[in-house]
């Protein structure tokens, strides 16, 4: 059981580049979620998801785009990177139950720091 | 707007004192609490959380007390020790556009612990 996996763990790119971050996890979870973590600012929601097929927005979306075409699987497209989107990437997932219900324990991945120059 | 406020933003307390750490929330419907310690350089990982319909949970030097007429809830860490510093995090489930909730994290707090 290998939990939660992000690729890659670090990435520099120059601006208006696009990238995608890979989440996978192998615990049947139905809820993934992606944060940003930056100085001060705690964890901040970018998009998230309850299920294959269904995504909402978070905090901060802008400038971000995701997909959920398998339980496993949540990539993070980045569309055209900026120095502002600087930050270190976390996915997570937990057991939801499903519209209208609360998630339990999200379990992180490990990250990836990602360098906008 | 949904809101999570964490307080304080740093805290330094002598080895073997209590630690408190207090979040407010702004949706009334908020059900589910956790709390979050992350170690320097590493993941973040629950170490307690504590549902709408529960007024304390404890887990050996950790609790969790929730005040939901006040939608405040508080982080308290007795008899602490060195690898009780980390950063530790507030969160709080908050209702999406979709009516699927979402889980929303307070700014941390930097706990270190003083020999």
């Known amino acids: 059981n290998a939990g939660v996996t992000q690729t890659p763990k670090f990435q520099v790119l120059k601006t208006g580049q696009s990238m995608t971050l890979q989440c996978a996890q192998d615990m049947n979870h139905e809820y993934m979620s992606w944060y940003r973590q930056d100085p001060g600012m705690g964890l901040r929601l970018i998009h998230y998801?309850?299920?294959?097929?269904?995504?909402d927005q978070g905090e901060v979306p802008n400038g971000y785009n995701v997909s959920r075409s398998t339980t496993e699987d949540f990539p993070l497209r980045l569309l055209s990177a900026a120095p502002s989107q600087t930050s270190v990437y976390f996915c997570?997932?937990?057991f939801g139950q499903g519209s209208g219900k609360v998630s339990y324990e999200q379990y992180f991945g490990p990250g990836t720091r990602l360098t906008v120059t | 707007g949904e809101n999570v406020e964490q307080h304080p933003s740093t805290l330094s307390v002598q080895e073997g004192d209590s630690a408190v750490i207090k979040c407010t929330y702004s949706?009334?419907?908020?059900?589910?609490f956790p709390w979050y310690k992350q170690e320097l350089g590493k993941r973040p990982q629950l170490i307690i959380d504590i549902r709408s319909n529960v007024g304390e949970k404890k887990d050996q030097r950790i609790a969790v007390t929730l005040n939901k007429t006040a939608k405040h809830f508080s982080l308290h860490i007795t008899e602490t020790q060195p690898e009780d510093s980390a950063v530790y995090f507030c969160a709080a489930s908050i209702k999406g556009s979709s009516s699927a909730s979402k889980i929303i994290f307070g700014s941390g707090t930097r706990l270190s612990i003083r020999p």
């Open positions: 949706d009334s419907a908020s059900n589910y």
């Open positions: 997570a997932s937990s």
């Open positions: 998801s309850v299920g294959a097929g269904i995504t």
